[in-house]
């Protein structure tokens, strides 16, 4: 169904006759197609599950933010091809590549290079129109009351099953100890009146947000191409650098969680506190990706994971996975730190 639909986008959009259409992506929140033309064109084509979790809408979001890049002379990321508001689908140029498993020292350094990209994006005119990326925090209240935002609202899901009793189980004994911790070690060293303060204007750019070797291609001639940009917009480096070095759907080795933090800091040296910032907001940014862990309780995530992916894993074996996964993130911050201050 997915396939004829992407097929029947493509002729309507571009007056291609088309030969063949293919699944080529299953993410959270969107189906990617691989539709080839009797003309020799290959496009891909993304169907958006609506909206983000801050109501906004995933298909314009990466449409805005790789018409940017392009305009701004990134070459790394795919072309937009076609708009379509009513099919909630884009149409963009086909990256000829493969998945990157197998990794070399070499890739760290591609993926700096295109974040200081972005830096320099950053001060061109037209990057003051582009918002907020998703979830953006600026001062530490702002992801205090993310993180209380996230942590209540799972906290008021109803102890359905025994699964979701110990979701609560976890969330009310290790994960509120945690917190606490995490939580006066930030205000210990953060002065009080400082905590509503917002990073300036000058030493935020603008991030994909949720960003990684997860979402990247290896092209044909061995160029990372960099692709989901649902999310982009300004950010904190340093929690840019926070969610690469976390991000659950990636295992970084140590020569890359050390290279990847160096070259941040390196990129952003004319944010003088910004080891100071990392040591406070690391542990903060992991307690929320263990609450980002935990969305498949709520039916809307389920609902975009299957949307997504046509799983045919059950609701509680999905949920009892994701619950595992985060009680084994609770620690993911502390190797992080250690080798990146203790070597």
Request: hydrophobic share 40%; with cysteine; net charge positive.
């Amino acid at each position: 169904m997915g396939q004829s639909k992407a097929k029947l986008f493509v002729f309507n959009a571009l007056g291609k006759e088309t030969l063949s259409s293919q699944r080529i992506c299953a993410g959270k929140n969107s189906k990617v197609y691989r539709v080839n033309c009797k003309s020799g064109e290959s496009y891909a084509v993304k169907f958006y599950m609506q909206p983000t979790a801050d109501g906004r809408s995933r298909l314009k979001q990466e449409w805005d933010a790789l018409s940017f890049l392009r305009q701004s002379g990134v070459a790394n990321v795919p072309r937009c091809i076609e708009f379509g508001g009513e099919e909630q689908a884009a149409i963009y140029s086909f990256i000829h590549g493969s998945s990157v498993r197998l990794r070399t020292n070499a890739d760290i350094t591609s993926v700096l290079k295109f974040l200081r990209q972005l830096k320099s994006c950053s001060i061109h005119n037209k990057a003051r129109l582009i918002s907020r990326a998703a979830e953006a925090c600026f001062s530490l209240t702002e992801i205090f009351d993310n993180l209380n935002r996230r942590f209540n609202r799972l906290s008021n899901l109803p102890h359905s099953d025994d699964l979701f009793v110990k979701m609560h189980g976890f969330l009310e004994g290790d994960f509120s100890k945690v917190f606490k911790e995490s939580v006066d070690f930030a205000k210990k060293n953060v002065p009080e009146n400082s905590w509503d303060l917002p990073l300036p204007l000058e030493l935020r750019f603008l991030s994909p947000s949720d960003f990684g070797f997860h979402n990247s291609i290896r092209s044909l001639q061995g160029d990372l191409f960099f692709l989901d940009f649902e999310y982009f917009g300004w950010d904190d480096p340093v929690k840019a650098t926070s969610d690469f070095l976390l991000h659950p759907a990636m295992e970084l080795s140590d020569f890359e969680i050390a290279s990847f933090y160096k070259g941040m800091f390196d990129i952003f040296s004319d944010d003088q506190n910004f080891e100071t910032r990392f040591k406070i907001f690391l542990p903060l940014y992991r307690l929320k990706w263990c609450l980002i862990l935990l969305n498949e309780f709520f039916n809307e995530a389920l609902a975009r994971r299957k949307f997504a992916s046509d799983s045919a894993v059950s609701d509680y074996d999905l949920r009892r996975v994701q619950l595992d996964k985060a009680k084994k993130f609770l620690n993911s911050d502390k190797k992080i730190m250690k080798l990146i201050f203790d070597s």
